[in-house]
């Protein structure tokens, strides 16, 4: 059964899907063993190259990481879909744009899908993708490569008519074929109007359980971001914490002469 195949039965099972961001092979092999979806999600410019926004992300950047997150998951041998995201000014110009990006992404990669923000404006987007045969995971709500633009991140449907905007975004990311769509940034009636409008499956981040499933950006899960962290980001460990002891461990050791001590060195004759 392929990773989307998968996806989709346990999709219909009513089992919430569970769904991480990974950026790097060593990563996506750890959590592939426990989620049901795979993101390479452009936050990895923010929380790996620490830039100010997502907007900076390059088709580069996204063929690199979503190569290596493909490996990490075949190293696993876990059949679950590896879903690329489609990097700010990529796409939005035309269909013929879109597609282009599309191709590049999956040939570059290997990964199962893309993944494009945006719903009714970019419905015509999207169905030129999936009829040329690509999966597409639509992004409604809260959009970060729009956020600086708009002057922050602000969360979406709270009045009526929000609720009705996201409900049209969300049936025509349906409609253009799209196999699932990423909630972000909600309140929980908007989220559960939007999932039960829709036969496809809604993975919210920062929009409640009312969703079918959840994704988290891995670095905030982890613990391993400095500063400011969103409210519906919860720290699973504060890997930060254990990285920085480690680092000082090394550093004492190293200073005064314990490490590398004899079982870490190579021995052999000097002849
Ligand atoms: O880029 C990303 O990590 C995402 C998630 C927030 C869904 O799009």
């Known amino acids: 059964m392929s990773g989307l195949e998968k996806f989709y039965t346990h999709a219909r099972a009513d089992q919430p899907l569970v769904c991480l961001t990974a950026s790097s092979a060593p990563m996506a092999q750890s959590l592939a063993p426990h989620v049901d979806l795979l993101l390479v999600g452009d936050s990895l410019g923010m929380v790996l190259y620490g830039l100010p926004s997502t907007q900076e992300v390059t088709l580069e950047m996204m063929k690199a ?31 013929a744009q879109a597609l282009e990006t599309a191709r590049a992404l999956i ?47 602000k969360i ?29 940034g909600t309140i929980e009636e908007a989220a559960a109007e939007i999932t039960q409008a829709l036969s496809i499956p ?5 929009a409640s359980a009312a969703c079918g499933g959840q994704v988290l950006v891995t670095e905030d899960m982890l613990g391993l ?47």
């Not at 945006?118 to 959009?143: E, Q, W």
């Not at 809604?202 to 920062?206: A, K």
């Not at 980001?233 to 200073?255: C, F, G, M, P, W």
């Open 65 to 95: 990481h979503g190569a290596a997150v493909v490996r990490g998951r075949d190293a696993a041998g876990i059949s679950i879909p590896v879903i690329v995201d489609m990097p700010y000014g990529t796409y939005e110009a035309s269909d």
């Open 107 to 153: 040939e570059a990669s290997g990964a199962d899908g893309v993944k494009l923000e945006g719903g009714l404006r970019m419905a015509s987007r999207i169905r030129a993708i999936t009829d040329a045969g690509i999966a597409v995971m639509g992004h409604i709500g809260l959009l970060p490569q729009s956020a600086p633009d708009e002057g922050g991140y």
């Open 156 to 184: 979406k449907g709270k009045t009526p008519e929000g609720v009705t905007r996201l409900l049209e975004d969300g049936r025509a990311v349906q409609e253009a074929g799209a196999f699932s769509v990423v909630i972000e």
């Open 202 to 206: 809604t993975i919210g981040i920062g």
């Open 225 to 271: 971001l400095h500063g400011q962290k969103p409210k519906f980001a919860k720290e699973y460990k504060t890997l930060r914490n254990d990285i920085s002891k480690a680092a000082q461990a090394y550093a004492h050791d190293v200073r005064i002469g314990a490490f590398p001590s004899d079982a870490y060195l190579y021995k052999g004759s000097k002849k």
